[in-house]
């Protein structure tokens, strides 16, 4: 069959330019693959969702408490369909993998970026595969929040009622922006179709080209080489093929990662919309953004209220806790490649320890994303008294910026230290090693 | 030989073909890009959408109670939800709840408790002791200032509500000023007067609520509310 097909496709040029591919051996190198496979999941766990989910922000009689004729207990079709999803057999168990899937492909992805990151591999030539996962994993939390709101009950309904403030905050034109985006003035008939478009069509298209385009870029510039492949043929590719010998490796991790994730979600459940209810004027006592959006959540929570009235546009505390601050997060994400440059063609992965600025830089980065994240908890911390609404916003301004300054130079400190040992052994072993002769 | 001989063309061929591709990209963006602008439908201002109107009655807004009037043995220093229900053209009665920033809060409190809002912090804290009935009842708007989430009470103080969005703090006893977190503005007060046993609005919000930039913006909306519903 193989002959048949070369004959008229020619495959044996493909297999010889793509399928031969190296993939270099080291468990690090499995977390873009664990990102890719989310993806996939999520996709088909998808298609499977919105083949019982009903895009529609209508109100319908809940079948389920019908209430009575005069009085008709009204939930809007959107909310009634995941309710029925989670009837159906198996409806919930797809929901929870849908959902845990979702954290665990932006989990992946982080992680994936640390890797990235910490071993210099965004490095010339690879600056640009650098910024389209930049992209991918601004386009992913996207796809994750529109996500959420589609069950439509209170928490989604209040969600999406915060992000379309968030878009109208953008002065001048964030008005027109926000009606454009929902569909009309909160909440607009059409906002759940136009949410629903976005999650199944725009986004996810957006991030398959996205993802075919990370991908044939790695496969054209070949990943970094670990550290063991200069010592086994130097400026050599090293690694097993993608056909056969990686891709038994690839089937067992797609295979056991899935396996995990299902069993996981048997035990875990996900927001139970029941719980919640059709969006209604309950106030929730506390809402909070999946844990990857925390850190702008804490930041908006920290920043004092302002307004300032610029050429007939309102710069408010809410566009620059949401957009000016992220944006600026963002930008020195998409920066790191034009900060720490290469003039030659990198091979191979870097030490973190021997470049301890960046190792120390990136440690700091992470902890101020974290402690933002702990204010994003600034209501209990306000509420269980650990905190008072007085000092609040220092204290958590306060460790904001000292926390990264102090780890930043921790890790300096403790770098410097283990090069200092790993230079006296070296020397140890030199000095022997001329004892013996 | 002449027959052959080739005529300057005016324009290159590269020049020609360049010119023609700029046109057709910029007629296909303009031609997209008005698509996009009909991704905007256009606001219908109807009575249900229109801010509280002075003479609306407060019903609940819980959807168990929806619609009935709320009463007076059942308010206290917990707020209960409110839509304020006005009448249409035809005098039928209309939940104005199809615009969700009409939410309200009712309370009630002593009411020599009130007191002026102390200067200081936030501007445009305005507290009518006149839209507080006798018996210490207070309406104000429920959507927090910053992010529009609907605000309830502090659970260690009453007084106090207590935004589980953003941490957003307000004071009941002083015109619902804002006494911490990120909200620029106090929520606006609605005044209120005990018209038998039915709580009826005096005035719509005394300040711009959410979802307005400034007392401008609010100002130019009322007039507008005014034209179309007359």
């Known amino acids: ?437 | 030989m002449t027959r052959y001989k080739k005529q300057d063309p005016e324009i290159t061929r590269r020049k020609f073909i360049n010119a023609a591709l700029g046109a057709g990209a910029a007629v296909g963006t303009v031609s997209l890009v008005t698509t996009l602008g009909a991704a905007k439908p256009a606001f219908r201002l109807t009575p249900d959408k229109a801010p509280p109107q002075p003479g609306d009655i407060l019903v609940h807004a819980d959807a168990s109670k929806e619609g009935q009037p709320i009463k007076m043995s059942e308010l206290s220093e917990q707020g209960v939800s409110a839509w304020p229900m006005g009448k249409d053209k035809d005098g039928n009665n209309v939940i104005r709840k199809a615009e969700p920033n009409n939410q309200l809060a009712v309370f009630r409190f002593e009411k020599d408790r009130f007191k002026a809002p102390e200067e200081g912090g936030h501007a445009h804290v305005v507290l009518e002791l006149d839209g507080i009935t006798d018996q210490g009842v207070v309406v104000y708007s429920s959507i927090c200032t910053h992010a529009g989430c609907p605000v309830p009470n502090d659970p260690n103080d009453a007084t106090k509500l207590f935004c589980g969005c953003h941490s957003g703090q307000y004071d009941l006893l002083q015109g619902c000023k804002v006494i911490g977190g990120p909200p620029p503005r106090s929520m606006p007060q609605v005044p209120v007067e005990m018209k038998g046993d039915q709580l009826v609005l005096k005035d719509t919000f005394v300040t711009a609520p959410f979802g307005f930039l400034n007392e401008a913006d609010w100002e130019t909306y009322l007039e507008q509310v005014k034209e179309i519903l007359g």
Not at chain 1, 142 to 154: F, H, K, R, S
Request: proline share 6%; charged share 15%; aromatic share 12%.
């Open chain 1, 1 to 437: 069959m193989n002959q048949w097909l070369d004959d008229r496709l020619h495959i044996s040029r493909l297999n010889d330019k793509f399928l031969r591919k190296a993939f270099p051996v080291h468990h690090s190198f499995f977390l873009g693959e664990i990102t890719l496979f989310s993806l996939i999941v999520l996709i088909l766990t998808g298609i499977l969702l919105a083949l019982s989910y009903e895009p529609s922000n209508s109100l319908v009689v809940n079948s389920f408490d019908p209430g009575t004729k005069a009085n008709p207990n009204l939930v809007p079709a959107a909310y009634h369909s995941a309710l029925k999803i989670n009837a159906m057999p198996f409806g919930d168990m797809l929901r929870r993998i849908h959902h845990w899937m979702a954290n665990i492909m932006v989990a992946a992805a982080v992680i994936h970026m640390m890797r990235i990151y910490f071993t210099g591999a965004f490095k010339k030539p690879r600056e640009i595969n650098w910024w389209i996962g930049m992209l991918l994993l601004i386009f992913a939390s996207l796809t994750a929040v529109t996500g959420y709101i589609l069950p439509y009950d209170n928490y989604a309904y209040n969600t999406v009622k915060v992000i379309y403030a968030i878009t109208k905050s953008v002065p001048w034109i964030g008005d027109w922006a926000a009606q454009a985006a929902f569909a009309g003035r909160f909440p607009g008939d059409g906002i759940i179709p136009r949410i629903y478009g976005y999650h199944i069509m725009l986004l996810p298209g957006i991030l398959l080209a996205l993802t075919g385009a990370h991908m044939l870029i790695m496969i054209k510039q070949k990943h970094t080489q670990p550290q063991y492949a200069k010592r086994l043929a130097y400026k050599k590719i090293v690694g097993v093929p993608l056909m056969t010998q990686q891709t038994p490796i690839m089937l067992l991790l797609v295979l056991l990662f899935t396996g995990l994730v299902v069993l996981f979600s048997a035990f875990i459940p996900v927001h139970s919309v029941e719980y919640y209810g059709p969006p209604s004027t309950q106030a929730i006592s506390s809402i909070k953004p999946d844990w990857y959006l925390l850190w702008v959540f804490g930041a908006l929570a920290i920043i004092p209220g302002f307004e300032w009235e610029v050429l007939g546009g309102v710069i408010s505390a809410e566009f620059v806790g949401a957009m000016i601050f992220p944006g600026i997060i963002m930008a020195a994400m998409f920066a790191v490649p034009m900060l720490d440059r290469s003039k030659e063609n990198m091979y191979y992965a870097e030490n973190p320890t021997n470049h301890p600025v960046r190792l120390a830089a990136g440690v700091a980065f992470l902890v101020m994303m974290i402690v933002l994240s702990v204010a994003g908890y600034k209501i209990e911390l306000i509420q269980g008294g650990l905190l008072t609404t007085a000092n609040a916003n220092a204290i958590l301004w306060i460790l904001t910026i000292g926390l990264p300054i102090v780890s930043y130079f921790a890790v300096l400190g403790i770098v410097r230290m283990i090069r200092a040992l790993r230079e006296a052994d070296e020397r140890d072993a030199l000095a022997h090693a001329h004892a013996d002769d």
